[in-house]
């Protein structure tokens, strides 16, 4: 079956831009995570969504960035006036509650120039 | 705030021989902790979990040990081999299926 797919592999943006980038999550699966990934460092959480709940958003660094997720399915992260040090590889990752077993997709790298 | 340590410099070992790698943790301990595997260019792989009242977790060639008191989880791969080279990478569950806290990740290299 299909992965987690994420849209686009790449982003090249200029400073100030808005970015959106997509997550495609596995069917069925109820979470939906987003976390980035700085050069050479660990993964950061950024925003968390479980069925109907309201989103954890308790990591997202500043009101710039913001997320949804429609239909429970597809979820959009979107990064408005981008700046040099959004830069990072933006991953998602979908899970089915039960299991607690997060599925990553291979991520966005952002580059903001 | 959560502080997860893993060894920061990469670990180097020849074919066959035992890799351990350290997470090390500070304030409580979390309901899970789990291990995932990252391939340079790809996103982590599930490797395993295991939960706060458990003290140790096989699978294949790998064991996990959680050590509360210690604050600390050890990851073995047994038998190692070349295609185990990766950066491997500790994480905290504290709400059961709630977000994860990463370590920074270790980088393992298998030598022939």
């Known amino acids: 079956g299909a992965g987690v797919s994420q849209s686009p592999s790449n982003k090249v943006t200029e400073k100030g831009k808005d970015v959106e980038l997509r997550c495609d999550p596995i069917?069925?699966?109820?979470?939906l995570y987003w976390y980035r990934q700085s050069l050479g460092q660990g993964l950061e959480f950024l925003i968390y969504?479980?069925?109907?709940?309201?989103?954890?958003k308790s990591g997202l660094p500043s009101d710039r960035f913001s997320a949804e997720r429609t239909g429970g399915s597809v979820s959009t992260l979107t990064i408005q006036r981008t700046q040099q040090e959004d830069s990072a590889v933006y991953l998602c990752?979908?899970?089915?509650?039960?299991?607690?077993?997060?599925?990553f997709g291979p991520g966005t790298r952002l580059t903001v120039l | 705030s959560q502080k997860i340590e893993q060894n920061s410099e990469a670990l180097n070992i020849q074919e066959g021989k035992t890799a351990t790698l350290t997470c090390n943790y500070t304030?409580?301990?979390?309901?899970?902790l789990q291990w995932y595997r990252q391939d340079p260019g790809r996103g982590p792989v599930f490797l395993l979990l295991?939960?706060?009242?458990?003290k140790e977790k096989r699978k294949e060639r790998l064991k996990v040990t959680f050590d509360t008191t210690l604050k600390q989880s050890l990851f073995h791969i047994t038998a190692s081999q070349p295609a185990d080279s990766a950066t491997y990478l500790c994480?905290?569950?504290?709400?059961?299926?709630?977000?994860?806290?990463f370590g920074q990740g270790t980088e393992l290299s298998v030598k022939p």
């Open positions: 990752a979908s899970m089915r509650q039960e299991y607690n077993e997060q599925f």
């Open positions: 069917s069925g699966h109820t979470a």
């Open positions: 969504f479980q069925g109907n709940s309201a989103p954890d």
């Open positions: 304030n409580y301990s979390p309901a899970y």
């Open positions: 295991i939960r706060e009242n458990e």
């Open positions: 994480a905290l569950d504290y709400n059961q299926g709630g977000k994860l806290i």
